[in-house]
T-cell receptor, first 114, second 115 residues
Framework: AQSVAQPEDQVNVAEGNPLTVKCTYS??????LFWYVQYPNRGLQFLLK??????LVKGSYGFEAEFNKSQTSFHLKKPSALVSDSALYFC????????????FGSGTRLLVRP | GAGVSQTPSNKVTEKGKYVELRCDPI?????LYWYRQSLGQGPEFLIY????????DSGLPNDRFFAVRPEGSVSTLKIQRTERGDSAVYLC?????????????FGEGSRLTVL
């Protein structure tokens, strides 16, 4: 069965500092991995995805994520956080040999303080 | 419209009533998904359409839930004999094609409250 774990309910970081939001996954076969962001009173928005190729993927708003197969992780990172990055972040996974549904993690709230 | 549109944005109903939630996907998107998000949780998959057919309905919790997409565009999620546990935000998403590797475009959701 597919699953995603986001071990931190909340991450606090000061503006200008680097941020990391953690995600680990479990699938049979190779994974397709995604990050989505949810701002207050807004729908989920796509940030980035890993399908194949380079383990470091770059996405919207300066975010990037590193796929680590041995650790089954796909942590979201940004070198310098902005207050406007404060939002709810969801990691999602789909196994290559499964149906087309994405399985989402429980979400991590990112709070960037000025 | 430019994005995925969901109506109503808010629905309050009484236990036992019937509810319909509508999703209007981005024009030309063949894949359509319904998810349910409870407070403090991530979106939970309900059903996936490719065109007019439900390609995967394994996430529907029971036979009170049903969804249709008769012309391959607008979809309606139907909930019969609503229960308080059905209270959640129901999210619709569409993507250009199936295959499960494309970006999903989400609507803002329909918040259902069952009293």
């Amino acid at each position: 069965a597919q699953s995603v774990a986001q071990p931190e309910d909340q991450v606090n970081v000061a503006e200008g500092n680097p941020l990391t939001v953690k995600c680990t996954y479990s699938v049979s076969g190779n994974p397709y991995l995604f990050w989505y962001v949810q701002y207050p009173n807004r729908g989920l928005q796509f940030l980035l995805k890993y399908i194949t190729g380079d383990n470091l993927v770059k996405g919207s708003y300066g975010f990037e994520a590193e796929f680590n197969k041995s650790q089954t992780s796909f942590h979201l990172k940004k070198p310098s956080a902005l207050v406007s990055d404060s939002a709810l972040y969801f990691c999602a996974v789909r196994g290559m040999d499964s149906s087309y549904k994405l399985i989402f993690g429980s979400g991590t709230r990112l709070l960037v303080r000025p | 419209g430019a994005g995925v549109s969901q109506t109503p944005s808010n629905k309050v109903t009484e236990k036992g009533k019937y509810v319909e939630l509508r999703c209007d996907p981005i024009s030309g998107h063949t894949a359509l998904y319904w998810y349910r998000q409870s407070l403090g949780q991530g979106p939970e998959f309900l059903i996936y359409f490719q065109g007019t057919g439900a390609a995967d309905d394994s996430g529907l919790p029971n036979d009170r839930f049903f969804a249709v997409r008769p012309e391959g565009s607008v979809s309606t999620l139907k909930i019969q004999r609503t229960e308080r546990g059905d209270s959640a935000v129901y999210l619709c998403a569409s993507s250009v094609s199936g295959g499960g590797i494309g970006e999903l475009f989400f609507g803002e959701g329909s918040r259902l409250t069952v009293l």
